[in-house]
């Protein structure tokens, strides 16, 4: 099986009006995709903002979650953070993932927007399951990862979409239906006693 990892990235992502931005790290992303990531057996949860005040924010969170007050608490949720490293580009991430895996990561972009070219869940996760080769999985925030990030992509994956026409899931969300749909295990029917 692949090694994967993800990342949510902080820039280069769109706004609104498809203008190349960089949004702000919160607190709820690092907390809750790192409790994904950990659940779905991710190698590492890269949090990509070049804005470099912010990255003492995320250590600090990190730093609590690890070796400080809340790990007494919740030592779960420890484990889970653990896997969070903050870093200024997507270049940065994947040079990590190639040092510590030996090759350089297959990207797998994930958009709301449908098009050409996109793979489906089913076939991204039997490559996943086949193919050695490290994965990192990359999630934009504002409104999406911009061109430049979109056109390096070795894999596009299909939109999420439900039976109405809204389609503003909050990356926290999307990051736990694609990681469920690229990993997740059917619980077994339930048998009446």
Not at 71 to 94: H, Q, Y
Not at 158 to 186: K, M
Request: hydrophobic share 40%.
């Amino acid at each position: 099986m692949s090694p994967v990892y993800c990342a949510l990235v902080h820039y280069p992502v769109v706004n609104r009006q498809g203008e190349e931005v960089t949004t702000s790290v919160t607190n709820l992303d690092v907390h809750d995709i790192a409790r994904s990531a950990r659940t779905y057996g991710l190698r590492g949860y890269f949090v990509v903002s070049p804005i470099e005040a912010q990255h003492p924010v995320v250590q600090r969170i990190v730093e609590h979650w690890v070796s400080g007050a809340g790990t007494a608490r919740f030592p779960e949720r420890g484990e889970a953070i653990a896997l969070v490293k903050v870093c200024l580009s997507v270049d940065d991430a994947i040079a990590a993932i190639e040092a510590r895996e030996g090759q350089t990561p297959r990207l797998v972009v994930t958009s709301a927007k449908p098009g050409a070219d996109r793979s489906s869940y089913a076939e991204e996760a039997e490559r996943l399951r086949t193919n050695s080769r490290p994965a990192l999985l990359l999630f934009g925030t504002g409104h999406g990862l911009s061109d430049r990030i979109l056109q390096r992509a070795d894999v596009f994956l299909e939109p999420i979409v439900g039976p109405t026409d809204f389609n503003h899931l909050s990356v926290r969300a999307a990051v736990a239906i694609t990681l469920d749909r690229l990993f997740g295990v059917e619980s077994p029917p339930n048998n009446p006693v």
